[in-house]
């Protein structure tokens, strides 16, 4: 037993998809130390590597003027299912610079030939979003991070489904309804969907076909520009049992703030599930906000001056730092969540970089995992 | 004594030193701005070379009962192992690469090909040794707790073996580097614990065996019955990278010029000054694209001590402009040939194997160690300093540093 745990010692930190592989990739590694095989064999083909999740870009397809939906062959070590809903980590370089964003799925989890499929809108404010709809050209090698993420549908299946949604906001419904229509699951779903045009609908065809073949699929087309935004109170009038249904709301800040408010009024609020796809930040210049020290539980309110490594020295954590002026890359961790702002350079850091704590302070909120 | 008024010794005023701190913070600011595709794809390009080449040498080398073979992959390897050690490792760890944001080419993952672990690397070299460069009392890359370097280090009995400590540091220079982190210096002034010095060892311990086994055991084991050469072949890579890399790092600390300072220094130092001490301390040698490269671009020892954390590749645009700093400041940027710096190194070593009395230069003003005292133990050199009213010229510490050599040693009353 120790045996076996000393031969797979080196690939502890890898998440191998049979357990069994790592064996084998620890015992190789006893000759390619202090790198793992994955290191010389991604070289070869850079698919073949579960140290770092990789994928190749096969197509991108445009859904509408300013969305396309990206398919992606997914390397080694990348899960062969996961639930619809989830979404993803992308990793894009450009400019020599990896960049990371989290877009949901909508392909369903149980594909057969290893591809995954994310739609990204291009916002004009969204540097990556816009190089993926716009740039990405097929063969492109990427990163991925393993699929999470909650906003998805249990098991079993509730009688009743009310999906609100608005603008890319569908796109992590659309991998759910996909998965209903796969597996001939047909729950009551009434689908209300926001978006100022027809020609702005993603997967309009898809839905509308849904809609006429599905009897129980009901979309509710809210096309803002004719009908308004979507308001809350609507649902009295055109959803009428929507308070004996379980909600998955996804789309702008706002809506899902009424949302949350009406359902929390209502007293349902465990009805419903939101998924919030921008972080809130409190944007008062960039300078100072809250830190969290999640492995510690304590947060503090710092000033734009106060670095994060003195934050959390003040709270009593075990930070790790070195000449603490930046140079020696001892206090270097990764930032789990929010966005930092980095003193010497005045570039913004956000999550899935790795942050160097004597020289950043905190950019509207973050989160450390110490 | 070594520097202490590092503004007198630069021939500097305050408003100098605030002006080339502020150069010097453009040039860094210049580089990050500019970083891109361009440095992403030299690092990639450096990976799969030496990737390729440890591979390449490995297999050519369970063909070594050939002459050939053994040669070839043996030069294959020490080829891959200096350039993981220097351009790869020593750089990565510095995190002149973080900048791109890849998980796989950051300081914070890195773990590199010698028996030191980077850990234990990142505290007693980015953090000791670049914050506190040539601090006599707190940078322990100041002769590593066995040599003695400058006149500054008290001379003690054992120093007579300096030469040898020297030649035996070369040749096993990566168990010297995995042993740095002892802090011997501390230890033996009892500001470290035994306890705290077994603990690090102990980790030492577990990289050295996983770099021993895959040197001494499982690629001998795997070449079957060639498996005596493949032992010659891997020691002998091992020690050809040891003397290259300990060439490199000497030459780039041990020359004439490369200044030491005292702890007062440090203690009144701003910003300006840590670069001016980083400029003044460090040591260039003259190298090509190929030396630089093999060196890790440690050729620019005195860049690279300036902005230890910006890109390797661009040590060389990024000189020019030292280069121009020292000609406008009138501060000498110290350079030559590897085999003339070297020369200087070993000439220092040898020489301090003996005790300040036998010694012909003093502490104040000897060719590896100086201080703002020595302007002043010769006679007629201060009137110099500053500007020019004839010319308008800035005259300087190079300015003064050159004459000196002119002028005739005469101790001040």
Same mark, same amino acid.
């Given at each position: *037993? ?29 000759? =390619? ?35 396309? /939906?990206? /398919?992606?062959? /997914? ?95 569908? =796109? ?119 830190? /969290? ?25 075990? *930070? ?51 | ?71 070839? !992959? ?130 030492? !311990? ?208």
């Amino acid at each position: *037993m120790d045996l076996l745990k000393w031969s797979k010692r080196p690939a502890v930190g890898v998440d191998a998809k049979k357990p069994q592989v790592n064996i084998v990739r620890g015992l190789i590694a006893r000759a =390619t130390t202090p790198l793992l095989p994955d290191d010389y064999l991604h070289l070869v083909n850079p698919l073949w590597s579960a140290r770092e999740l990789r994928g190749r870009v096969i197509d991108v397809v445009r859904e509408t003027e300013d969305t396309a /939906t990206v /398919t992606i062959r /997914t390397g080694w070590g990348f899960p062969d299912s996961y639930k619809p809903g989830q979404y993803v980590g992308i990793g894009l370089q450009v400019a020599g610079r990896w960049h990371w964003r989290s877009y949901s799925l909508t392909s369903i989890g149980d594909e057969v030939d290893k591809t995954i499929a994310i739609t990204v809108k291009a916002n004009p404010d969204g540097f990556l979003s816009a190089h993926l709809v716009e740039g990405v050209s097929p063969g492109t090698i990427i990163r991925l991070a393993a699929p999470k993420g909650d906003f998805h549908l249990p098991e079993p299946l509730p009688d009743g489904l009310l999906f609100i949604t608005a603008g890319s906001g569908i =796109t992590p419904v659309m991998s759910m309804l996909r998965a209903l229509r796969a597996r001939d699951q047909q729950p009551d779903i009434v689908h209300v969907h926001s978006a100022p045009t027809r020609d702005d609908v993603i997967f309009l065809e898809e839905m509308e076909k849904m809609d006429g073949d599905l009897l129980s699929y009901d979309l509710q087309l809210q096309l803002t520009r004719e009908k308004g935004k979507f308001n809350i109170d609507q649902l009295d009038s055109e959803v009428p049992d929507w308070r004996d249904r379980s909600c998955w709301a996804c789309g702008p800040v706002a809506m899902l703030d009424t949302v949350e408010e009406r359902y929390a009024e209502e007293g349902l609020r465990e009805q419903l599930h939101i998924e919030r796809f921008a972080i809130a930040r409190t944007d008062v210049g960039g300078e100072g906000g809250t830190v /969290t020290f999640t492995k510690s539980d304590k947060s503090v309110e710092i000033d734009g001056a106060t670095t994060i490594l003195e934050a959390g020295e003040d709270l009593g954590i075990q *930070m790790p730092f070195g000449c603490r002026m930046g140079i020696c890359q001892t206090c270097v961790v990764p930032l789990a969540a929010g966005y930092v702002r980095d003193l010497r350079s005045g570039d913004e850091h956000r999550e899935g970089e790795r942050i160097q704590t004597c020289i950043s302070s905190v950019s509207g909120e973050c989160t450390i995992d110490l | 004594m070594a520097i202490t008024d590092i503004d007198q010794y630069a021939h500097l005023t305050d408003a100098d030193v605030e002006a080339l701190g502020a150069e010097l913070d453009a040039i860094r600011r210049d580089i990050e701005e500019s970083r891109g595709e361009a440095d992403a794809r030299y690092i990639r390009r450096a990976i799969t070379v030496q990737r390729s080449l440890a591979a390449g040498g490995r297999v050519v080398l369970m063909f070594s009962n050939r002459k050939s073979a053994w040669v070839a !992959g043996t030069a294959m390897l020490s080829l891959a192992k200096i350039i993981e050690n220097m351009e790869l490792g020593h750089n990565v760890m510095h995190g002149q690469w973080d900048w791109m944001n890849d998980p796989e080419i950051h300081s914070s993952s890195w773990e590199w090909d010698t028996t030191c672990p980077s850990v234990q690397w990142k505290h007693s070299h980015n953090f000791v040794h670049h914050k506190y460069t040539n601090v006599v009392g707190m940078d322990d890359d100041v002769g590593y707790g066995i040599l003695r370097v400058t006149r500054d280090q008290p001379w003690e009995w054992w120093n007579v073996g300096n030469p040898i400590y020297n030649f035996t540091l070369g040749t096993f220079f990566e168990y010297g580097v995995a042993l740095h982190h002892l802090e011997t210096e501390k230890l033996r002034k009892k500001e470290k614990s035994y306890r705290q010095a077994l603990k690090d060892l102990r980790i030492i !311990g577990r990289k050295v065996g996983k770099q021993a086994a895959k040197d001494y055991l499982i690629f001998p084991a795997l070449a079957g019955p060639n498996w005596k050469s493949t032992i010659t072949a891997n020691f002998t890579s091992n020690i050809v990278r040891n003397y290259w890399a300990y060439m490199v790092i000497f030459c780039g600390h041990f020359p004439d010029g490369a200044e030491k300072f005292t702890v007062e220094e440090y203690e009144n130092e701003d910003q300006p000054r840590w670069y001016l001490r980083q400029m003044l301390g460090s040591a260039n040698f003259r190298a090509g694209p190929l030396m630089r490269f093999m060196s890790g671009n440690l050729s620019h020892q005195i860049e690279h001590h300036l902005f230890p954390d910006l890109p390797s590749s661009r040590y060389e645009e990024i000189g020019v402009r030292v280069r121009e700093l020292c000609d406008k400041y009138d501060l000498p940027y110290t350079t030559g040939s590897i085999v003339h710096q070297y020369f200087q190194s070993f000439r220092t070593i040898t020489k301090l194997a003996l005790p300040n009395a036998l010694l012909k230069a003093t502490t104040d003003d000897a060719p590896e160690t100086a201080s703002e005292l020595r302007f002043a133990v010769r006679e007629g050199v201060q009137d110099h300093f500053g500007v020019d009213p004839a010319t308008g010229r800035r005259r300087g510490l190079r300015t003064a540093l050159r004459e000196l050599k002119k002028a005739p040693v005469r101790a001040a009353a």
